[in-house]
Antibody
């Protein structure tokens, strides 16, 4: 079965960096677009970033563009999110999410990796 | 950016009752709408995609309808495990956006 397991979250000071990883299994990772979606405490869901199956095209929410970088290693079946210049408003649970080929809804979710930005 | 507005914010019903949840888009999204269920402490789960298609392993009591700007998620007869937060999401245009959620609680 499809499994997405995030890691790398934690507590970090404002302005610092953090890198999230997502280990994928149970499907052909290189066939699928992948996303990061976040959820601030007690709030709704916010799409953060998308990377297409081959890693050549990436898209970002305005709130993170220029600070966050999404990447993938198809040989290792792993998705990444490099987060720089972190702000308090980036505090959230970050989900690694898969979408079916050519259809950008979210059919499989990881359990999430918590990120807290606080001094 | 397309804004999705869900109503009501909270819906209080009893097991066995019918639930009707609404999602309205700020502009037409044809049928590019999905619905998700999120139980406390869990990740969201895809219920409905492209407005009316049930995702794999989703019970038949869940159905979706609508097109353009107005969409509905219906749960025909509530089971205890259905009490959760429901969110809609559009994939018509960037950035992909979610509604703020409807909390379905036990009356």
């Amino acid at each position: 079965q499809v499994q997405l397991v995030e890691s790398g979250g934690g507590v970090v000071q404002p302005g610092r960096s953090l890198r999230l990883s997502c280990a994928a299994s149970g499907f052909t990772f290189s066939d699928y677009a992948m996303h990061w979606v976040r959820q601030a405490p007690g709030k709704g869901l916010e799409w953060v970033a998308l990377i297409l199956y081959d890693g050549n095209n990436k898209f970002y929410a305005d709130s993170v563009r220029g600070r966050f970088t999404i990447s993938r290693d198809n040989s290792e079946n792993t998705l990444y999110l490099q987060m720089n210049s972190l702000r308090a408003e980036d505090t959230a649970l970050y989900f690694c999410v898969r979408s079916p080929p050519g259809r950008y809804y979210f059919d499989n979710w990881g359990q999430g990796s918590p990120v807290t930005v606080s001094s | 950016e397309i804004v999705l507005t869900q109503s009501p914010a909270t819906l209080s019903l009893s097991p066995g009752e019918r639930a009707t949840l609404s999602c309205r888009a700020s502009q037409s999204i044809t049928t590019y709408l999905a619905w998700y269920q999120q139980r406390p402490g869990q990740a969201p789960r895809l219920l409905i995609y492209d407005a009316s298609n049930r995702a794999a392993d989703i019970p038949a009591r869940f159905s979706g309808s609508g097109s353009g700007t107005d969409f509905t998620l219906t749960i025909s007869s509530l089971e205890p495990e259905d009490f959760a937060v429901y969110s809609c999401q559009q994939r018509s245009s960037w950035p992909y956006t979610f509604g703020q959620g409807t909390k379905l609680e036990i009356k």
